[in-house]
């Protein structure tokens, strides 16, 4: 089973609209939808944000769902000129930027007891989301994006970050979830529409942007949809 993970329904609200779909009881603060698309079952988790909200809602759903799969989508921030507000990335990787256990041994990025810090998407989930950007006519990359329980605002932060990770993006979800899915072997992609340069003027680009970057996202994630399971 397909489950599509965000941290906030107004990153689904719209594409919950063309779906058939159930609320299912859930733990906290979180929100479970079964869905249905022309016979195929799949979940979309509403996990709020934080990586705490996020791991326990994902351990939800796992334990009580064959999931097979996971998309990670969302807003997010630049880091680079070469990601524009509208554009998405479609990141071949995720790491954890705010980890760093490096006086311990462990390289950048890197949890005690987790084998790496880098954690791969899955090429075919890949593939799917590229053919659906291109499909929504929509620019994208496939650029690194750093995690963390922050809202990057600051030009010097977010330039460590570029230079550190050769990052494209920083969002708050993507490398946590990547860490889950590396621990329990589940397949898992990300799709990020950019919504703000993480500068100092991030929060207001991000309060004017925010909503139409949130548009844009619903509609590669539908295209992903039809293209998951379609192709």
Request: charged fraction near 20%; glycine fraction near 8%; include cysteine.
């Amino acid at each position: 089973m397909l489950a599509i993970v965000t941290s906030d329904k107004c990153y689904v609200s719209y594409l919950l609209e063309k779906l058939n779909y159930s609320k299912e009881t859930s733990p906290n603060m979180t929100e479970v939808y079964k869905c249905d698309y022309k016979g195929h079952e799949f979940l979309i988790l509403v996990s709020g944000y934080g990586k705490v909200n996020i791991g326990s809602g994902l351990r939800f759903i796992c334990d009580n769902y064959n999931v097979k799969a996971i998309l990670v989508v969302g807003t997010a921030g630049s880091i680079t000129d070469m990601n524009d507000i509208f554009s998405a990335v479609v990141p071949r990787s995720c790491l954890q930027f705010d980890v760093d256990f490096m006086p311990n041994g462990y390289g950048a990025g890197q949890i005690p007891k987790v084998d790496k810090a880098l954690y791969k998407t899955d090429d075919d989930l890949v593939g799917c989301l590229q053919r659906s950007c291109n499909s929504a006519g929509v620019s994208y990359s496939n650029d690194l994006i750093a995690t963390s329980d922050m809202f990057v605002t600051n030009y010097n932060l977010s330039n460590s970050i570029r230079r550190e990770y050769n990052a494209g993006a920083v969002d708050c979800e993507s490398g946590s979830v990547g860490e889950f899915c590396h621990i329990n072997g589940i397949a898992y992609a990300c799709v990020k529409v950019i919504s703000n340069f993480s500068n100092n003027n991030g929060i207001k680009q991000y309060n004017l942007y925010d909503e139409e970057s949130t548009r844009i996202l619903q509609r590669i994630t539908y295209k992903f949809i039809k293209e998951f399971y379609e192709a």
